[in-house]
């Protein structure tokens, strides 16, 4: 069993930055593929970005790829979502995730409760 909990969300402007964190519970940390997917109002949850530790892979939603960037710390068994660069439409629920076999359309074992981005013009 593994539990996630999300910290860092809030509101920022517009070109602004922020950085999740994920602090994981359990064990195997190091062996989940650990990501993230977000929910914007009224749309379906997408996913944003995932990282396995080995051997390493890093994958990113297209619209965040040059913006974002996920990295782990497994001695600490939290991942993070760093965001540079943030536009409006990054407004959403961001939901840390964990999974054996993720993909971008799911896979996911474990979910996090969610932190709200909230993304100003």
């Known amino acids: 069993q593994v539990q996630l909990v999300e910290s860092g969300g809030g509101l920022v402007q517009a070109g602004g930055s922020l950085r999740l964190s994920c602090a994981a519970s359990?064990?195997?940390?190091?062996?989940?593929?650990m990501g993230w997917f977000r929910q914007a109002p009224g749309k379906e949850r997408e996913f944003v970005a995932r990282?396995?530790?080995?051997?390493?892979?890093?994958y990113y939603l297209d619209s965040v790829k040059d913006r974002f960037t996920i990295s782990r710390d497994n001695a600490k068994n939290t991942v993070y979502l760093h965001m540079d660069n943030l536009k409006p439409e990054d407004t959403a629920v961001y939901y840390c995730?964990?999974?054996?076999?993720?993909?971008?359309?799911?896979?996911?074992?474990?979910w996090g409760k969610g932190t709200l981005v909230t993304v100003s013009s």
């Open positions: 995730a964990a999974g054996s076999t993720m993909t971008s359309g799911g896979g996911v074992d474990y």
């Open positions: 359990g064990r195997s940390f190091s062996t989940y593929i």
């Open positions: 990282m396995r530790w080995s051997p390493p892979m890093t």
